[in-house]
Antibody
């Protein structure tokens, strides 16, 4: 079935780096734009980043611009989020989500189960 | 403070109709389509409405969406206890970044 499975979350010290992965299955991954969305425990949703289906264009929230990098491997059906210079403000559940379109616009129609990132010393 | 403004809470009794509003501006809702999501406790969000008023297959027709100018609205008719959860609106801005509302917690009394 159509599925997104995130991994790579955990506890990391402030200032360190972490890479999240999102494995896609059940659909042609290479034709869909993909996103990362995060949710601070008990709070609302915050869009983090978007990557087009071909990986050529990427967009970031102001809060992570310059620190996070989104990438994808269409041969392996995997989405990534490289996070650097992490701070407590980055503590959240990180979801990968599929877009309805190749460029990422439209609704997020498939979501993963999320992976928790805790930034703490 | 979220870019899109939603009421923090809403409530209704079983069978009632509830409306949840989402207010934005000309650079986001005013020029892009709106989607709505339901997040049940401990689960990932699920899309309820896309392109302002379209329902994905499997979403009951009790859920409907509309948009006018810089505001959007989600209506839930025939309220059920299973409808309890957090509802979010979302759209895009003119810098090609997605924006979410702050979320509305729906309680079925």
């Amino acid at each position: 079935q159509v599925q997104l499975v995130e991994s790579g979350g955990g506890v990391v010290q402030p200032g360190k780096s972490l890479r999240l992965s999102c494995a896609a299955s059940g659909f042609p991954f290479s034709i869909y734009g993909m996103h990362w969305v995060r949710q601070t425990p008990g709070k609302g949703l915050e869009w983090v980043a978007n990557i087009w289906s071909d990986g050529r264009n990427k967009y970031y929230a102001d809060s992570v611009q310059g620190r996070f990098t989104v990438s994808r491997d269409n041969s392996d059906n995997t989405l990534y989020l490289q996070m650097t210079s992490l701070s407590a403000d980055d503590t959240a559940v990180y979801y990968c989500a599929r877009s309805q379109t190749p460029r990422g616009y439209g609704a997020f129609d498939i979501w993963g189960q999320g992976t928790l990132v805790i930034v703490s010393s | 403070q979220s870019v899109l403004i939603q009421p923090p809470s809403a409530s209704g009794t079983p069978g009632q109709r509830v409306n949840i509003s989402c207010s934005g501006g000309s650079s986001n809702i005013g020029s892009n389509s709106v989607s709505w999501y339901l997040q049940l406790p401990g689960t990932a969000p699920k899309v309820l409405i896309y392109s302002n008023n379209q329902r994905p297959s499997g979403v009951p027709d009790r859920f409907s969406g509309s948009k006018s100018g810089t505001s959007a609205s989600l209506a839930i008719s025939g309220l059920q206890s299973d409808d309890e959860g957090d509802y979010y609106c979302a759209t895009w801005d003119d810098r090609m970044k997605a924006v979410f509302g702050g979320g509305t917690k729906l309680v079925v009394l």
